[in-house]
């Protein structure tokens, strides 16, 4: 069994198979997804698709992050915060709730340039760390271009925590000290697609030397196919070729690598 920590099958890519996908994922191994937020304006959409796909003997179970993307400031309201809060607390008094995130947040300075849009990125990314410091539930955290930033601020919320389940560095492309001082400060490495690509030797390179025990695995379907299905749409079910990739990294069985990434994620989002 593999988990997909990191999906977006709403967007409009699946529209027209996503049962199909969802059926394929199960088929081959991967039983869970994580879909990740971007806007405030899914998350309605979001909790629909979560309670759609529960348990069920031929289709993925699908739990959900709620939360906003760093290039999607321009889309936040100052309200949002609250309302945020609001529907989790409306979902947490539901036991069959698929809330298990908070994200994708963090900062992109690749995509935004504009220092008053990086200010803003980094009040937003602040205020959602509040809320999941509220809710105890773990960040996933999207971070471009913008690794000393990113780092102080999970400094200075997490330097005291003593937690390991804080959050994770999704689609990870950063080097191994930053993955290192991440670990250290209770979050996890999540690797995607990315990680298969002939030129990226240098992550496999970073992965080798992390600790199993705090990596992930993920898709970020529709984006980022890995190698062998690169330029078509990314799905669910192609998380198989990350943990192939990570098999041969660790020299271990794919077998071992599906058992403690998949025991990761549990422990982490509690799925
Ligand atoms: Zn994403």
Redesign the pocket.
């Known amino acids: 069994m593999l988990i997909d920590t ?1 999906a ?1 099958i709403n967007f409009s890519d699946f529209a027209e198979d996503r049962e199909e996908i969802m059926a394929r994922a199960y088929e081959l191994g991967v039983k869970k997804i994580l879909h ?1 937020c971007c806007r405030v304006s899914e998350i309605e959409e979001l909790i629909r698709l979560g309670y759609e796909y529960d348990i069920s003997d031929s289709m993925a179970n699908l739990f959900i992050a709620v939360g906003v993307h760093p290039i999607e400031v321009s889309s936040w309201e100052d309200n949002h915060a609250q309302l945020i809060r609001e529907i989790i607390k409306r979902e947490f008094e539901s036991h069959r709730h698929k809330i298990r995130a908070i994200g ?1 947040t963090g900062l992109d300075y690749f995509h935004c340039q504009e220092l008053s849009d990086q200010e803003k990125q980094k009040e937003i990314f602040q205020e959602q760390i509040q809320l999941a410091k509220e809710f105890s539930l773990p960040l996933i955290i ?1 971070t471009r271009d913008a690794w000393n930033d990113t780092l102080d601020i999970l400094k200075t919320n997490f330097k005291n925590s003593t937690s390991d389940r804080n959050g994770t560095i ?1 689609c990870y492309t950063g080097d191994l000290d930053f993955a290192k001082a991440c670990i250290d400060l209770g979050f996890f490495i999540s690797w995607s697609g990315i990680l298969t690509f002939k030129k990226t030797e240098n992550l496999r390179e970073v992965a080798k030397k992390l600790p199993l025990k705090r990596t992930l695995i993920e898709t ?1 379907c529709p984006y980022l196919a890995p190698q062998a299905k690169r330029g078509k749409r990314n799905e669910p079910s192609y998380v198989n070729y990350v943990a192939e990739c990570l098999s041969e990294v660790y020299n271990l069985e794919q077998q071992e690598i599906a058992k403690q990434t998949t025991s990761n994620a549990e422990y982490l989002f509690q799925l």
């Open positions: 990191h977006h990740s994708e999207h999704h970020d």
